[in-house]
């Protein structure tokens, strides 16, 4: 088998630059304005729980923050489920055991990405876990607006979603 050093022997046009009409007969589907449709996607699967965004502050509190770890991996397992997508609920409690400071930013990515899928604007994205980040410290003034943002956002995703309030 040999193979040749030719530049111009069947090399693929270059990106942008329109590929030749197939010699078929059948001509190439024309896309509107150059794009492509938007694909949906995969079929939902179960709703997944509201939670009561005070009555997890509280159980964060009894608890002495191991409610959070629960927190994590059922609402990352019910988002997993419900999209086939994420890190879901083992890989999620383990990374806020081993390392806990990411968890905002992936939980809130994760969250904003149920309403991107939906073709809608995400109401948090990773960036929202900088408050937890930023002003957690601050007598958890940071950790709680980050919460009620994330955790408010998923709750109303799953409302829509046809969940029971």
Known sequence: MTESNDPTASAPPPYGTPAPAPTGGVPAPAMAGGALAPMAGPADGPIGKVRSTGTCVLLTIVTLGFYTWYWYYKTHDEMKQHT???????????????????????????????????????????????????????????????????????NEYWKSQGAPA
């Open 84 to 154: 086939g997508n994420g890190i879901g609920g083992p890989i999620a409690l383990i990374l806020a055991i081993v390392v806990s400071i990411v968890m905002p930013f992936l939980s809130s990515n994760e969250v904003g990405g149920l309403y991107a899928r939906k073709g809608q604007q995400k109401p948090v994205s990773a960036a929202t876990g900088l408050w937890f980040l930023l002003l957690g410290w601050f007598f958890f003034v940071g950790a709680i607006v980050w919460f009620v943002k994330t955790n408010g956002a998923l």
